[in-house]
């Protein structure tokens, strides 16, 4: 399974960006896709998850929105009201099977895209 991810760019606080991720081989409605950002300097961190509903980190609830679109086969993360510690490499990951882990952790996902670099100026 290859994830491609894209949509990454430069914005102004306060501004929208969309991240969109198409898994090869895989269905979206089947899996488990995730989001997780790592910031320059620091460890990679859980942005957003969807398997039956959406599940989102404190940091972005209410400014982000991860939504799956079958059709297109393609999971995006909406990102609005964008804030300077949003800066990050985005990255998107796909489960395999059945999951064990909690999804906010990495180990709960067997693929992961190259990442998309986000950059937001204050």
């Known amino acids: 399974v290859q994830l491609q991810a894209s949509g990454g760019g430069f914005m102004q606080a306060g501004g929208s960006l969309r991240l969109s991720c198409a898994p090869s081989?895989?269905?979206?409605?089947?899996?488990?896709m995730a989001w997780f950002r790592q910031a320059a300097g620091k460890e990679r961190e859980f942005v957003a998850a969807?398997?039956?509903?959406?599940s989102y980190a404190d940091s972005v609830k209410g400014r982000f929105t991860i939504s799956r679109d079958s059709a297109k086969n393609t999971v995006y993360l909406q990102m609005d009201s964008l804030k300077s510690e949003d800066t990050a490499v985005y990255y998107c990951?796909?489960?395999?099977?059945?999951?064990?882990?909690?999804?906010?952790?990495?180990?709960?996902?067997?693929?992961w895209g190259q990442g998309t670099q986000v950059t937001v100026s204050s």
């Open positions: 990951a796909a489960g395999s099977g059945v999951i064990t882990s909690s999804l906010r952790t990495g180990s709960a996902y067997t693929y």
């Open positions: 081989g895989r269905t979206v409605s089947r899996i488990v």
């Open positions: 969807f398997k039956s509903t959406p």
